[in-house]
């Protein structure tokens, strides 16, 4: 890794108390590899109101992935592969995989699920991964297809389309509450499946709080610092402890807005990040910091709360399939979730989704972006050439693709990537020199 | 005796241009085999796969990574070549998201007057998949007419069902033939009538095979003693790996289980379920009759395990845990399809396959996923597996040593499989 002097700013206070709630939830999942509640494994797009709503722990896979990642330990991949899993794969599957059939967790034990949860819809691996992990665990395993609402160049057929799809899955989420009170050997609790959509909407709504004070000039908080904090809207996001660490970085988030306390001291250039970082090595992220670029916003994380979501298939949803409301019933509640996930569904659509990229890049008053090419993650890199492109030829923005994967750092030249951001932040500062240098001249003209 | 078929699939869009001359009709292209082809032949318009060509896909390279299967990149390279020009429509129905960015792109980039993504539940046996999937068809025909500007009526669907009925049962008795000793077509001929099929007018074509059922049972046998393979994997649309494999190894390819070949062809749509609701019939074909591709689930598949004939052989042991037992009133749907792992062993040991070449196109998850089943489930009733990893292009030099090698290992294969479990296999 480069020997770049550290540029960052304070501390942040709220940083403690994210450590004891993840640190809660990390020792909870290994706890129960020998006793305690159930434990039920599923991809990150499996509603966890849903699974919250019995005593059981629901551990997503793509987070568990990601921890395997940030360990850097190869020999899990590599045990996945010996096993005819080709390299080609998610890497998040291949390490789960491996810590499975190697039975290692990364706080001792593999986690063993008493049921098994994959979608369809969003990403294929998503079913995949999961079926294979249920095969070799012997355990019930089920599939959630998330139909689409048939977003952005196809035709709208309106609210009809978009009430079958909400049909089609609450109807699936009636098949998953008997599956999971079969294989739990448990009745669903009503008010506890209630409380955690309430819960969630609110995690939710302080999230996108987050993330719109992230895009404050100076950014207040580092991408590397919401990447730690993103495990409480990905695996807690029904658990009311996240609700207070929330509410505690955006309160201490909104004093250094107002005090103009900036997370990266040295904000030269800001910058779009898009898809989920290499796990194993967030310190590629300090050295664009280091270089004076700061990352303001990205859609990856922003997806998690709703209202990129569901901006993002404003034009074609009737106006109740965008509102929220606290369930009162078990019936409200399988809307609610309906709803919910079909609208993360329609995420990796091009149309849409350029048309979000570049909203996000002229609210956060980017000078560029970052597209991380996710190696075999099909789902977030879906359309990234196109994006980058279509923000170079309609906003002028630069933009650069750095090759990687989530959890396996074989993927990852670090050297050459080094080179290249070195490369690429010292052209985003000149563009923004040479726009700024333009405005500047439109604005003479215009005022003489 | 196939030349003909074969020069469809060599000049594929010289044929598309004289068919849409000849015929005056519109020609549409589409990317999947789960796209309900009947109703676009019942609008009045000729439905066309597009399948990859040996062209390298530097086209593809500004809008998709190379980390998504040539299978994909290659289609979206021949649209963005102007290769695909004579298209007057693209559908395509979900199997994955390699595909799905392929279709977006060629939607954004070819400007075509008519394009549909159709959602294919990802989960077909359920009422509610089917429902749903029932819905999006009413929708697709709804389009089609508006496009048309005319009615397509319950009868103009029977009738097309009928002519890819007769279509799909003419090669469905071609095929019987591979499964004599020797083969009495080759896996060279057998990918070539389905190739050719997807590419052509589905009643031109059928009058073809007609001809070739009355020449194939006089023609020379083929080379007797030769080893017999299956392909079983992503989809193979370049023959040049089955010559690999026939001309210079000298096997046989007997049976398959892709969806550019056997899998395009199995299952007809219901004539009786079509006379009461065409579409509800088309549903139960493309998601229960015809074999499943891997992209497709049962969200309960674990119960039918239970009862499988190749649960204490293969490697899809699944156990109801915890309980190990099913209640007696469980309340869930079992499968109405059998596994596709089982539907490939059926066919295998149908076809008496002494070894199995899983092909997939690098990069493909579905079937990346899928392998390490595969194998465990050949190699546990006796039957050896080889991984191939290819690409559009098909570099032969590099995967002759390593096929060369497997084949030469093969002999008949006593499957380990107990005989009371066979006897409950239609073999």
């Known amino acids: ?448 | 005796m196939f030349s003909e078929f074969e020069a469809i699939v060599r000049d594929r869009y010289g044929h598309a241009k004289e068919l849409k001359e000849r015929t005056g009709k519109q020609i549409f292209g589409y990317l999947c085999s789960y796209v309900p082809e009947e109703i676009i032949y019942a609008a009045g318009a000729i439905p066309t796969r597009i399948l990859t060509t040996e062209e390298a896909p530097t086209l593809s390279e500004t809008l998709m990574q190379t980390y998504y299967c040539t299978f994909a990149r290659s289609i979206l390279h021949q649209g963005l070549a102007g290769q695909l020009d004579y298209m007057d429509g693209l559908v395509t129905a979900y199997s994955c998201a390699t595909m799905r960015l392929a279709f977006e792109n060629l939607q954004r980039s070819m400007g075509l007057p008519y394009t549909k993504f159709l959602y294919l539940p990802g989960i077909i046996d359920t009422p509610e998949a089917k429902n749903y999937y029932y819905k999006e068809l009413v929708r697709f025909k709804k389009d089609l007419e508006d496009l048309f500007g005319r009615t397509i009526s319950d009868d103009d669907l029977r009738e097309a069902i009928a002519v890819y009925n007769e279509n799909r049962s003419s090669i469905s008795e071609l095929f019987e033939g591979r499964k004599e000793a020797p083969p009495k077509i080759s896996g060279r001929e057998a990918y070539l009538l389905t190739l050719s099929s997807m590419l052509t007018d589905k009643a031109d074509h059928t009058r073809l095979l007609k001809k070739l059922i009355r020449e194939v049972p006089s023609r020379e046998s083929l080379d007797v003693g030769a080893s017999r393979v299956m392909l079983v994997g992503s989809p193979v649309d370049n023959v040049k790996l089955i010559d690999l494999i026939e001309k210079d190894i000298g096997a046989w390819v007997v049976a398959d289980d892709t969806c550019t070949c056997t899998r395009y062809a199995c299952g007809t749509t219901s004539v009786d379920q079509a006379g009461k609701d065409p579409l509800r019939a088309l549903v139960e074909r493309y998601l229960i009759a015809r074999p499943p591709c891997p992209t497709k689930h049962s969200p309960t598949r674990w119960i039918q395990c239970k009862t499988c004939p190749f649960r204490d052989v293969a490697c899809f042991d699944l156990k109801p845990d915890p309980k190990q037992e099913l209640p007696k009133t469980l309340s869930f749907q079992t499968p109405e399809r059998i596994c596709r792992f089982r539907h490939a062993l059926q066919l295998a040991i149908n076809h008496k396959v002494e070894g199995v070449i899983a092909v997939e196109q690098k990069f493909c998850d579905p079937h990346g996923f899928d392998f390490h089943h595969v194998t465990q489930a050949f190699q546990h009733v006796g039957i050896p597996t080889l991984f191939l990893e290819i690409d559009n292009m098909v570099t032969v030099g590099q995967i002759k040593t390593r096929v060369q090698a497997f084949i030469e290992m093969l002999h008949p294969v006593d499957y380990m499989i107990d005989p009371e479990i066979r006897q409950g296999i239609s073999l």
């Open chain 1, 1 to 448: 890794m480069a020997k770049e002097k550290k540029d960052t700013g304070p501390p942040l206070k709220t940083w403690k108390l994210l450590k004891e709630v993840n640190n809660a939830y990390n020792i909870e999942i290994n706890q129960n590899v020998t006793n305690g509640k159930p434990v039920i494994i599923g991809t990150a797009m499996v509603p966890p109101q849903l699974v919250n709503a019995f005593d059981a722990v629901f551990v997503a896979g793509e987070w568990y992935g990601s921890i395997c990642g940030f360990t850097r330990d190869v020999s899990l991949a590599e045990t996945a592969e010996s096993c005819g899993f080709p390299h080609e794969l998610c890497s998040y599957a291949r390490m789960t995989v491996g810590s499975m059939i190697q039975d290692k967790g990364f706080l001792g034990k593999y986690p063993k699920p008493m049921a098994v949860m994959g979608t369809e819809g969003y990403c294929i691996v998503q079913a995949k991964w999961f079926e294979a992990l249920a095969r070799y665990h012997n355990v019930p395993f089920t599939v959630l297809d998330i139909a689409p609402v048939h977003s952005g160049s196809q035709k709208n057929w309106g609210e009809e389309a978009v009430r079958d799809s909400v049909e089609y899955v609450v109807a699936q989420l009636k098949d998953c509450i008997e599956f999971l009170e079969w294989s739990l050997d448990q009745k669903v609790q009503e008010e506890k499946m209630i409380n955690s959509i309430i819960t969630m909407h609110r995690n939710e709504v302080l999230w996108d709080k987050l993330m719109r004070l992230w895009r404050q000039k100076p950014s207040p908080i580092s991408i590397r610092s919401l990447f730690t904090f993103e495990n409480l809207i990905v695996s807690l996001p029904t658990s009311r402890d996240a609700t207070k660490v929330l509410e505690a970085i955006i309160e201490e988030l909104e004093e250094r807005v107002e005090k103009g306390i900036a997370a990266i001291e040295n904000e030269q250039v800001r910058l779009l990040w898009q898809a989920q970082p290499g796990w194993y090595l967030l310190n590629v992220l300090r050295y664009f910091e280091s270089l004076g670029a700061t990352f303001v916003a990205s859609p990856y994380l922003e997806m998690w709360g709703a209202t990129y979501r569901f901006e993002l298939c404003k034009e074609d949803t009737p106006d109740w399939f965008r509102e929220r409301r606290d369930p009162t019933n078990l019936d409200e509640c399988l809307w609610e979730i309906a709803k919910e996930i079909i609208a993360l569904e329609v995420w990796p659509r091009l149309d849409p989704g350029i048309a979000m990229m570049k909203k996000i890049a002229i609210e956060s008053e980017a000078d560029g972006g970052v597209w991380h090419a996710v190696r075999a993650c099909k789902g977030v890199s879906y359309g990234e050439l196109a994006e980058m492109e279509d923000i170079k030829r309609d906003l002028g923005l630069p933009g650069f693709i750095l090759e990687g994967s989530p959890a396996d750092p074989r993927d990852f030249s670090e050297g050459p990537s080094l080179r290249q951001i070195r490369v690429f932040v010292e052209q985003a500062k000149r563009v923004k020199k040479r726009r700024e240098a333009k405005r500047a001249k439109m604005e003479k003209q215009t005022s003489t």
